[in-house]
């Protein structure tokens, strides 16, 4: 492909990137209550994320949702009800300092799970993949290199993106230091995180 349609194509990712969806609602939340230390896991868990939702976007899984409601309607719901799910846990955390200091308040492994699985089950990413790449490919050349360079591409942007909406959101739980500001900020997230389930099951392909 040629160096323009390259650049097309990473502005493009970058600002669909920027505008906040339930992945990102899902890492500012978990930022704004564990802190920066919640940053690597949750950034590599969205990375995983993406990274299956375009593999299954490449192997055909895309078509398959865009032309079963079923099946799309299935994926929907489960990503949602999960999402759901993590909102109302956050809403009822406890938001005391010394709960918040503790080194077991949430577990890497957990953070990169939760990430991952939102991620990679937002059915609005699959699809996006398959009706985005092709946009930007040149038919007359090989296929897979640009297959390729094109999800490398979008993943290092999406890596990017996440870890500055995470360190941004630690940052600004520093300011945070008394137990009733802890539980706005818990409970704001977790309305964050129920509202992206919502968005996500009234989504339409």
């Known amino acids: 492909?040629?160096?323009?349609?390259?650049?097309?194509?990473?502005?493009?990712?970058?600002?669909?990137?920027?505008?906040?969806?339930?992945?990102?609602?899902l890492v500012?939340?978990?930022?704004?209550?564990?802190g920066r230390q919640a940053a690597i896991p949750l950034v590599l868990g969205v990375t995983l994320g993406d990274i299956t939702a375009l593999v299954c976007?490449?192997?055909g899984l895309g078509a398959i949702l865009a032309t079963s409601a079923l099946v799309f309607t299935l994926v929907k719901w489960l990503g949602a009800a999960y999402l759901i799910y993590l909102g109302i846990k956050l809403w009822r955390a406890d938001a005391s300092l010394a709960h918040v200091a503790s080194p077991t308040k949430a577990r890497?492994?957990?953070?990169?799970?939760?990430?991952?699985?939102?991620?990679?089950?937002?059915p609005k990413g699959i699809i996006f993949f398959v009706a985005f790449l092709p946009q930007f490919m040149d038919q007359g050349r090989p296929l897979l290199p640009?297959?390729?360079?094109?999800?490398?591409?979008?993943?290092?942007l999406a890596f990017f993106n996440a870890a500055g909406y995470a360190i941004l959101a630690s940052s600004a739980r520093r300011l945070v230091t008394r137990p009733r500001v802890l539980k706005a900020a818990n409970r704001t997230g977790g309305s964050l995180l129920v509202c992206a389930g919502i968005a996500t099951v009234s989504w339409r392909p």
């Not at 957990?110 to 939102?118: D, E, G, Q, R």
């Not at 094109?150 to 993943?155: D, E, M, P, R, Y």
């Open 57 to 59: 976007s490449l192997a």
């Open 146 to 156: 640009q297959m390729i360079i094109l999800a490398v591409t979008f993943i290092v």
């Open 1 to 25: 492909m040629s160096l323009e349609a390259w650049l097309a194509f990473a502005a493009a990712s970058a600002v669909m990137l920027i505008i906040p969806g339930p992945t990102i609602l």
């Open 28 to 34: 500012v939340s978990y930022a704004l209550g564990q």
């Open 108 to 122: 890497p492994m957990a953070m990169f799970s939760h990430a991952a699985l939102v991620t990679a089950l937002n």
